[in-house]
Nanobody
Framework: QVQLAESGGGLVQAGGSLRLSCAAS????????MGWFRQAPGKEREFVGG????????YYVDSVRGRFIVSRDNAKNTVALQMNSLKPDDTAVYYC????????????????????WGQGTQVTVSS
């Protein structure tokens, strides 16, 4: 089992950057694929990006590809989401999630495929 805690959210102007971090406690962080999701008011939670166990593969939703970068440090039990060129549409609560069942080659993109979730951190992008 793993416990997840996000940090780094806040208020930023459009065009700015934020770096979210997710700290994991518990055992065997390196055995989990990790994902970042977000949920805006009145909308469903959506996949933003993910990274496989060893960090060898990353995946992004089209709307953030080229602007966001997912990375992980298994020695420090952390996963990060670097967000650049932020837009007002990026405003949401951002969650990190862990998947222990998926393939080591693919970070999955459905919420039901992740077994563990953090509490979320708010990101607000002003225009």
């Amino acid at each position: 089992q793993v416990q997840l805690a996000e940090s780094g959210g806040g208020l930023v102007q459009a065009g700015g950057s934020l770096r979210l971090s997710c700290a994991a406690s518990g055992s065997m962080f390196g055995s989990y694929n990790m994902g970042w999701f977000r949920q805006a008011p009145g909308k469903e939670r959506e996949f933003v990006g993910g990274i496989t166990r060893t960090g060898g593969h990353t995946y992004y939703v089209d709307s953030v590809r080229g602007r966001f970068i997912v990375s992980r440090d298994n020695a420090k039990n952390t996963v990060a989401l670097q967000m650049n060129s932020l837009k007002p549409d990026d405003t949401a609560v951002y969650y990190c999630a862990a998947d222990r069942l998926g393939s080591s080659l693919v970070a999955r993109s459905n919420t039901y495929e992740y077994q563990y979730w953090g509490q979320g951190t708010q990101v607000t992008v002003s225009s």
